[in-house]
Structures are given as structure tokens and as C-alpha cells.
């Protein structure tokens, strides 16, 4: 099993049940819950696909040469891996299991791509945080603290939340089938997009779209292709004036989302 998805409850560390599918398998289950979230995953799925039969190894050393030598050696293994797999990406049905208080859904290193089902709500008091090579798709609403998107999210519902942050490279993207709520939704290249409203006090976007279909209601603060350094908090910044994704994952752990912005 190439996935780990880890949960806290009440501050214990465990691990969710998972059983693999095949892709119609998948295909049948999603049909049977949002035509809408059917076709949206499958161009994801599709797009997984397209990425691997791109893929030469020319073309990769070229890139792994612009890496930190860490970073490079888990890409350039899950690329091994993927020419060595019929699929570049496993399927798993998760157990929605009550009770936890966060979730984390990660590969391990070199592993192929994962697409994680989950049926039913998702309501908890903690963070998600969806990391690189995942694809997390739920089946109904999503409530939590702050979600944190590095792979790609989809649900057919509505996702309610503090703070919802894309970062994928402008690789991967936060689907959602009916409204975001939130007080900050965030992207430094991920599209993010819901089929009817974002509602937000706050928003955030530098590279790439941040779409709500019906409309978009920022009550306070919208930032899009400005110069970071007129108007958010210094903490969130790096030496040169630019945002720093780290340093803005670390303050929305501690401090006032109001205070991120100077104007």
C-alpha cells in the first residue's frame, strides 16, 4: 500500500482502513452520486495519464537538475515507478471513520499517485491536509478547521472552513460541487473553483484563478496579482518582499487572520 492517511483523536495518532478499488469501480460509485463530480474527477484521472505519457527521461533530468538533491531523488523515483506500473495511480476507499480530529493524506516517498474515495460527510474540528500525489475525492460536505491542499481535492458538496489554501505548482485543483465558506480562501498557483458561491471575508491569489460559478462575495480583503508586500503582514513574507508559503502555514496555526492583511 502506497498511501498513509493518519488521524488524531484526542491526540492520538492512528491510521484509517482503506480498500482498493478498480477504476469502474470508482466510476460506478461516483456516477451513482454527482454526474458533475463524475466528470470532474475523470478529467483529473485523465490528465494523471496524459502527465506519464509525457514524461521522457530528457525532459526529467533537465528539470531535476533545477532541484535540491532530496527532492529530485523522490521525483525521479516515483517516475521509475510509473514506467513500471500499468497505472500511474492506485485507488482506495476510505473508511469514514468518526471521531477524528484531523487528517493527513500522503504518499510515501516514490510511490505512484494516489485517488482516495471517501463517502460521506467529512466534519471535523482540526485541520486536512491534502499533500503532493494524492487526489482526495469525498462524496458529500466537508467541514474543518483549515484545509490545506497540495494534491488536488474534489466533493460534491459544500466545504466550510477557516482558511482554504491551494499550492500545487498550478499542477492540481480544489473542486467543489456547491458553495465554499470560509474566512480566507488562498491560492499560490491552484485553481480552486465551485459550481455556485464562494463566500469569504478574505481573498488571496497569485497564480493562478479562484472561481466561484454563480459569484464570489468577499466581504472585506480581495488581493489578486498585486505585489505582496503592500499589503500583507511582514511574517508572511520571505527576505524579498514575496510570499512565503511556510511561513503563511505557520501563522494561521497561531495568529488572527484579520491581521494578515494591512489594507
Do not use: W
Request: glycine share 4%; with cysteine.
Amino acid at each position: 500500500m502506497n498511501v498513509s492517511i493518519t488521524i488524531h483523536i484526542n491526540q492520538n495518532q492512528q491510521q484509517l482502513d482503506m480498500e482498493k478499488l478498480t477504476e469502474k469501480q470508482l466510476n460506478d460509485r461516483l456516477k451513482n452520486k454527482s454526474e458533475k463530480l463524475y466528470m470532474a474527477v475523470q478529467t483529473a484521472l485523465e490528465s494523471l495519464n496524459y502527465n506519464k505519457d509525457e514524461l521522457n527521461p530528457e525532459t526529467l533530468n533537465q528539470f531535476l537538475q533545477m532541484l535540491d538533491v532530496e527532492r529530485a531523488a523522490q521525483i525521479r523515483a516515483s517516475f521509475l515507478k510509473m514506467n513500471n506500473d500499468e497505472d500511474s495511480y492506485e485507488i482506495y476507499l476510505i473508511d469514514n471513520k468518526s471521531g477524528a480530529t484531523t487528517l493527513n493524506f500522503s504518499t510515501f516517498p516514490g510511490a505512484s499517485h494516489s485517488v482516495l474515495l471517501l463517502e460521506g460527510d467529512i466534519d471535523i474540528p482540526g485541520d486536512i491536509f491534502i499533500e503532493d500525489h494524492v487526489t482526495l475525492i469525498v462524496t458529500a460536505d466537508i467541514k474543518a478547521r483549515n484545509i490545506i491542499v497540495t494534491g488536488s481535492l474534489y466533493t460534491s458538496g459544500d466545504l466550510s472552513c477557516q482558511v482554504l489554501f491551494g499550492a500545487s505548482s498550478n499542477d492540481c485543483e480544489t473542486y467543489i460541487g456547491n458553495n465554499i465558506s470560509s474566512i480566507l480562501v488562498a491560492e499560490n498557483g491552484h485553481y480552486t473553483v465551485a459550481e455556485h458561491e464562494i463566500r469569504s471575508q478574505y481573498l488571496m491569489s497569485f497564480h493562478n484563478i479562484i472561481e466561484g460559478k454563480v459569484g464570489r462575495f468577499i466581504e472585506k480583503t480581495s488581493l489578486e496579482q498585486v505585489h505582496e508586500a503592500d499589503y500583507l503582514n511582514p511574517k508572511i513574507l520571505d527576505h524579498q518582499g514575496y510570499f512565503d508559503e511556510e511561513a503563511f502555514l505557520q501563522y494561521i496555526r497561531h495568529d488572527s487572520i484579520d491581521a494578515l492583511f494591512y489594507k
